[in-house]
């Protein structure tokens, strides 16, 4: 027999999976429905995946789709597609939301802040939920996502539209980076802080004064740039030379930012770590570029964009998301070490 026919040659349908399988065409329904769990068993389940991929069978979404009043279409609305960050949520919750036969639209807003214009005749006819990053949350209401079954990513659980959060936990990467600078004797830390208005960044500035204040001698400056490279360059020299103690470290609130502090210790003749640490937060594949390769808090992008699927996948079932923050990790390397002075 043909793959993908039956013995009469005609195109197999869930009863010709249901007759291959000896089960019922209820039971195909909620394997490849993927709701089987707690009322099939896995040999059952497994049979039923065997009989499908042996009859070449594939679902007729469309039917379902209109029986189920869905789309199986979900929008994931970023900042930009300029970072390889917003790369990595994407493919992560693709790859969920193709084991659960939904599709991806990514939707950037243009240049992270809205509102952007709806890329639909209506979001809310075209889509069954959407996933936002919250320096994204401006192009919601252009589009009208939040009236739509909503994941927040990235954002504050108390002022989220509402709606269910997605979070890494930036705060103990900050924590982790802080102890590192602090345990190798710096107390005189700039802070480059990227110069947009969200809640995760508002973290990272929060989370690093706590912790140095807790050090006695410690004293944290900051300086703001946009996450550009020239412009964390001009603003790491206009700090570095402001009158005053220089500092021995500097802070970044993202890989990029840190390689414009690169630039300016090279403009200012100073070594890096010998003359200033540095540190990021991301590791972007930019951060093993960097030489020295850059200190830096990992971020696992994919996990990230797999989680908050997962969350949106269980809004839609009428389900409560898995709470807990995504684990970061600290990634040591050698742009960092004790200060001179220490």
Not at 88 to 96: D, E, K, N, P, S
Request: glycine share 10%.
């Amino acid at each position: 027999m043909a793959h993908g026919s039956t013995p009469g040659g005609t195109r197999p349908t869930s009863r010709d999976v249901a007759q291959a399988a000896g089960v019922s065409q209820a039971a195909v329904s909620l394997v490849l429905g993927d709701k089987w769990r707690g009322r099939v068993s896995e040999p059952t389940a497994r049979r039923v995946r065997e009989a499908a991929r042996e009859l070449g069978y594939r679902p007729n979404l469309a039917a379902r789709n209109l029986r189920l009043g869905r789309t199986r279409t979900v929008l994931l609305v970023v900042p930009a597609l300029t970072t390889e960050f917003f790369a990595g949520v994407y493919t992560g919750a693709a790859r969920v939301a193709a084991r659960h036969g939904f599709g991806v639209v990514l939707y950037p807003s243009p240049e992270g802040i809205g509102p952007a214009r709806d890329p639909f005749a209506s979001a809310q006819a075209a889509l069954d939920g959407v996933l936002a990053s919250s320096m994204a949350a401006d192009a919601l209401s252009a589009i009208r996502g939040d009236q739509l079954p909503l994941v927040m990513l990235d954002s504050d659980p108390d002022g989220s539209l509402g709606a269910a959060t997605v979070n890494l936990d930036i705060a103990d990467g900050v924590r982790r980076l802080s102890d590192h600078l602090t345990g190798l004797g710096h107390r005189r830390v700039l802070h480059l802080a990227a110069d947009i208005p969200s809640w995760t960044f508002d973290v990272r500035a929060r989370e690093l004064a706590a912790r140095l204040a807790g050090v006695p001698g410690a004293t944290v400056r900051t300086a703001r740039a946009p996450i550009d490279i020239d412009a964390a360059r001009d603003a790491t020299l206009a700090a570095i030379t402001a009158p005053g103690p220089r500092p021995t470290a500097v802070v970044c609130d993202d890989d990029k930012l840190a390689a414009g502090v690169y630039k300016a210790a090279r403009r200012l003749g100073l070594a890096i770590p010998d003359d200033l640490s540095v540190t990021g937060l991301d590791d972007l594949a930019l951060a093993t570029a960097l030489d020295p390769e850059l200190t830096t808090v990992r971020l696992d992008a994919e996990l990230f964009g797999e989680h908050g699927m997962r969350a949106l996948l269980a809004v839609l079932d009428g389900r409560e998301p898995d709470g807990g923050d995504i684990p970061v990790e600290l990634v040591v390397r050698a742009s960092t070490a004790p200060p001179r002075d220490a």
